[in-house]
């Protein structure tokens, strides 16, 4: 029978310590749930962000847009019909801007017996109504209206409306002899513009 003495016995290492170590020595990687989870707070974040733009620009949501393109293309409907009057008729029509009370208003010029008077006697085709339109008020609500009678080629009694000659040609009203470049009627709804364009010699009207 062989005798094994204490020095040559080796005790068993317990796993969780061998684990321990070995960890230590080569941590593991970030598990998948753990990036996610960083993930997921990120996207808090860039909503929370995204809300916080979208309440200090009200003025860019869909609604609005659709109200100032409305508002713009009624405008230059106005502009185009004043212009189709004057060469189909033969008479000066053109458009007033009242920017204080926010106001469109289509005219056409007397003949006699008082010649350059203008006249809000034009009717829409469609309502037959005096051709009118209130910016501001539904359903414009909320448009707000400027005016930039463009350069005078010569002096202009009566700078705040633009008339079209038999031609299509922007004319001052007092006098007629006065052209106009590049008239254009701006229409703003908070952040949101667009510019109303009428060319000086044909009388082409653009939304910009």
Do not use: W
């Amino acid at each position: 029978m062989s005798c094994v003495s204490a020095r040559d016995v080796t005790l068993a290492e317990p796993q969780s310590s061998v684990a321990s170590r070995r960890a230590m020595r080569y941590p593991q990687p970030e598990t998948a749930s753990q990036r996610g989870h960083t993930l997921v707070e990120m996207m808090i974040v860039v909503a929370i962000i995204g809300l916080a733009l979208a309440v200090a620009m009200p003025s860019a949501t869909p609604a609005h847009q659709q109200k100032l393109n409305l508002a713009a293309s009624a405008v230059a409907d106005a502009f185009r019909f004043a212009r189709e009057e004057a060469r189909r008729t033969g008479i000066m029509h053109g458009v007033a801007t009242d920017v204080p009370n926010e106001l469109i208003r289509v005219f056409r010029l007397d003949e006699a017996p008082n010649p350059n008077v203008k006249l809000f006697d034009v009717r829409h085709p469609i309502s037959t109504q005096f051709y009118t339109l209130q910016i501001g008020q539904s359903p414009y609500s909320g448009v707000m209206l400027s005016a930039d009678n463009g350069q005078m080629v010569g002096t202009c009694n009566d700078p705040g409306n633009i008339a079209f000659d038999s031609a299509g040609v922007v004319r001052c009203v007092e006098p007629t002899a006065t052209r106009i470049d590049n008239p254009s009627i701006d229409l703003a709804f908070g952040q949101l513009s667009l510019r109303v364009a009428i060319d000086s010699f044909t009388g082409r009207v653009l939304v910009q």
